[in-house]
């Protein structure tokens, strides 16, 4: 069964391939997901989403190595209008 994600890509030609490994709901990291699957952290990526004080929604796609900074998001995300 292929996901919406896997239909997007073929839609738009880009190739890829899907990996499968066993789950482990008590270490999600992407770390240890990356060792599982034989990629270094930096080519696994993290889908984080995020929320403020407001209803807006945010969806951000980090490498495995890496960190989302919740303030350097807020300044860009949630700027005032006007």
């Known amino acids: ?3 919406n994600a ?5 839609k738009l030609g880009i190739p ?3 990996l499968s490994y066993e789950v482990d709901p008590d270490d999600l990291a992407a770390e240890s997901t990356g060792q599982k ?3 270094p952290p930096e080519q696994v990526f993290k889908t984080l989403v995020v929320r403020g004080d407001t209803t807006v929604i ?3 796609v980090v490498p495995g190595n890496a960190q989302l900074d919740l303030e350097a998001l807020a300044r860009i995300w949630w700027k005032p209008q006007g």
């Open 6 to 10: 896997a239909r997007l890509l073929d």
């Open 37 to 39: 699957v034989g990629l």
């Open 16 to 18: 890829y391939r899907i």
């Open 1 to 3: 069964m292929k996901t």
């Open 58 to 60: 945010c969806f951000a």
